[in-house]
């Protein structure tokens, strides 16, 4: 088991490396000299001023200096500063700020997202065919296709202006606030319909199997055999779309968040995207590739844990 | 294996005397299903309407009319007008041609580049392939979308710098088409964030196929890898590639509209839905229906797309349809 984690992360090496140096060269050499651009949205520079400056941000050296710079102090958690006029500050208080209340609202989708969708999954396998299965199945088809910026404002205008059962929801005031039921409702709908599919298909996979005649015949309830048998092997296959659900996490959050004033990360990509400030939008597009990977890793060392059949070498 | 063979064998025998091919079962199969038959029916209408749309648009599409701004549906404007006056029919219609011709460009580009570096890598081996599939697994690393909004940003002014110099010392007017360079931009940043799943696709693809008995045969007779390629290859692949072409036709629909809504991909006086969403945002309280109905012709169109896609997978391959 060591030698298999000690491999992945490994593995991960320059898969990491390569990550930094696409956003690196392209998010903080890519335009050229993001002081320029940023600066010169307000009033042309002073020349003597924009000079100090660049020297301030370290932009007057190569490029190979700057990027062995950046990612020596990726290594002690430095992520540079912000460039935007307002802000200023440095990036990874922004981001640690950011993503603890992401990681609130992400980390409740999630719980949400998996302790409704496997039950559902369940209900609609074990219904085959009926009702409750097509009304599920074809939600879970319909819905996910919706984007974000589409559903975040239909639901406003129906649930704020029609119905008037929801008060305007514009802000955080932390999850138990009646504005989070919105944005978390949205941002578990997609994923969670994607773990309803799975789960289905993975315990109509599993059903017509021998173990679960065998269980039967043994004179296993049904709730026994669903829980005991059915669920344990249909829920290894469940986990792995964990990846999947981590990244829709994060785009949506990007939506969610700049349409409901959260101050979260996706907020900080909006926001970094709306005032051209180039290390912020390389600083949380590096952190976003590394919650992917982080999540990735996590999933393949679960997977050999539930199910014994994959073997670690 | 051999099993599997003769059984192709007694299938292809069966079925020759009725001389149906490959492509008319599947369409049987496609149109026999009322989903992927209704979800037909709204692709060709959005095709046809990004086609002939802006021929038959009432209005033209970036006409302002600033004494009848945000009006609910009228006779003479059939959706009603946005908040600068514009005629949202004819904007919607044109969003159609944008949504559309940045989904099938960026595919493309993004199938083609795949299928060469997948290729490259099946056939190659060594080195060579684990170097363009740790490439991949790299850019597969980013969530899909993030990327393509961050490649967007970041090139967006360098690349307009560079082509308003061209355009100073050329004087060809097209390197001053601000919208020209946003399509560009788009098409480039979204196939380069779907390049891989293209590459891993077409590399298994031939990897797998490249095993088959018939394909050994071939080569045992004397066929070039070309002739292998063009026989057995090609026919045998090019199901599950029109399947994942068109399954990612919706999710390019949708990126190229999320790229329009955060303000990195086509922007005006360009037209596409999520530009539209994303400027009648503000206003949503005061005219809901400006934000709802692009919003609605988006999540219709992506909606009838993934159905499509779905329904192809069920025709061309058969074995793997689920019940």
Not at chain 2, 244 to 252: E, I, K, L, Y
Request: proline share 6%; glycine share 8%.
């Amino acid at each position: 088991m060591t030698t298999y984690v000690l491999r992945r992360l490994l593995h991960m090496i320059p898969t990491l490396l390569g990550v930094i140096l696409i956003t690196f060269t392209l998010g903080y050499y890519g335009p050229g000299d993001p002081l320029q651009y940023q600066l010169g949205e307000q009033i042309p520079p002073d020349p003597e001023q924009l000079a100090r400056l660049r020297e301030l941000y370290g932009l007057d050296r190569p490029f190979h200096e700057q990027l062995v710079d950046y990612i020596v102090g990726l290594a002690q958690g430095d992520m540079g500063m912000s460039i935007s006029v307002q802000a200023k500050r440095p990036i990874r208080d922004m981001l640690g700020t950011g993503l603890g209340v992401s990681l609130q609202l992400g980390g409740a989708a999630a719980v949400l997202i998996f302790v409704i969708g496997v039950p559902l999954g369940m209900l609609a396998a074990y219904k085959h065919n009926s009702l409750i299965d097509y009304i599920i199945v074809s939600f879970s088809a319909m819905l996910p296709t919706i984007p974000v910026f589409v559903l975040a404002p239909l639901l406003l205008i129906l649930a704020v202006l029609q119905l008037k059962i929801l008060p305007y929801s514009f802000g955080w005031e932390g999850l138990l606030d009646p504005r989070a039921i919105l944005p978390l409702f949205i941002l578990v709908v997609g994923p969670l319909l994607t773990i309803v599919r799975q789960t289905r298909s993975a315990v109509l996979e599993a059903l017509p199997q021998d173990y679960v005649r065998t269980a039967k015949a043994k004179g296993l309830g049904n709730r026994q055999v669903m829980m005991r048998h059915i669920l344990k092997n249909a829920l290894a296959p469940v986990v792995t779309s964990m990846g999947f659900v981590v990244a829709s996490l994060l785009t949506g959050s990007l939506f969610i968040e700049s349409i409901f004033g959260i101050p979260g990360f996706g907020k900080l990509i909006y926001d970094g995207l709306r005032s051209f400030d180039y290390p912020l939008i390389l600083g949380t597009t590096l952190v976003s590739s590394f919650i992917i990977m982080a999540s990735n890793f996590i999933v393949d060392m679960i997977y050999p844990l539930l199910d014994p059949r994959v073997n670690l070498d | 294996m051999s099993a599997t063979t003769t059984d192709n064998v007694t299938q292809i025998s069966e079925e020759a005397p009725k001389t149906r091919s490959l492509w008319s079962n599947a369409f049987r199969r496609l149109i026999r299903n009322r989903m992927s038959l209704f979800s037909l029916f709204i692709v060709i209408l959005v095709l046809l309407l990004a086609i002939f749309g802006p021929a038959l648009s009432p209005y033209d599409y970036t006409k302002q009319d600033i004494f009848n701004t945000s009006q609910p549906p009228t006779a003479e404007h059939l959706l009603g007008t946005d908040e600068l006056g514009r005629d949202i029919l004819s904007r919607l219609m044109w969003g159609a041609r944008t949504a559309l011709a940045v989904a099938l460009i960026s595919q493309g580009i993004s199938y083609s580049v795949g299928a060469i570096l997948g290729a490259i890598a099946a056939y190659s081996g060594g080195w060579i392939d684990s170097l363009i599939m740790r490439l991949a697994d790299i850019f597969m690393s980013f969530p899909h979308l993030l990327l393509a909004v961050f490649v967007s940003a970041t090139v967006r002014r360098p690349i307009a710098d560079a082509a308003y110099e061209i355009y100073r010392d050329t004087g060809v007017e097209i390197f001053r088409n601000t919208v020209m360079l946003d399509y560009l931009i788009v098409f480039g940043a979204l196939a380069l964030a779907s390049w891989p799943w293209a590459a891993r696709l077409i590399r298994g693809q031939i990897l797998s196929l490249r095993e088959n008995d018939y394909v050994l045969a071939s080569r045992a007779f004397g066929a070039t890898p070309w002739q292998i390629i063009r026989w057995h290859l090609m026919p045998n692949a090019i199901g599950a590639i029109i399947v994942a072409f068109t399954a990612g036709f919706g999710g390019a629909m949708l990126a190229e509209s999320s790229l329009s809504y955060l303000g990195v991909g086509i922007r005006p006086p360009g037209a596409s839905w999520g530009t539209m969403i994303n400027e009648s945002l503000v206003g949503w309280r005061m005219h809901p229906h400006l934000v709802a109905m692009p919003g609605i012709v988006l999540a219709v169109c992506v909606f009838a797309f993934n159905m499509f896609g779905d329904g192809l997978n069920d025709a061309l391959n058969p074995r793997s349809s689920k019940g």
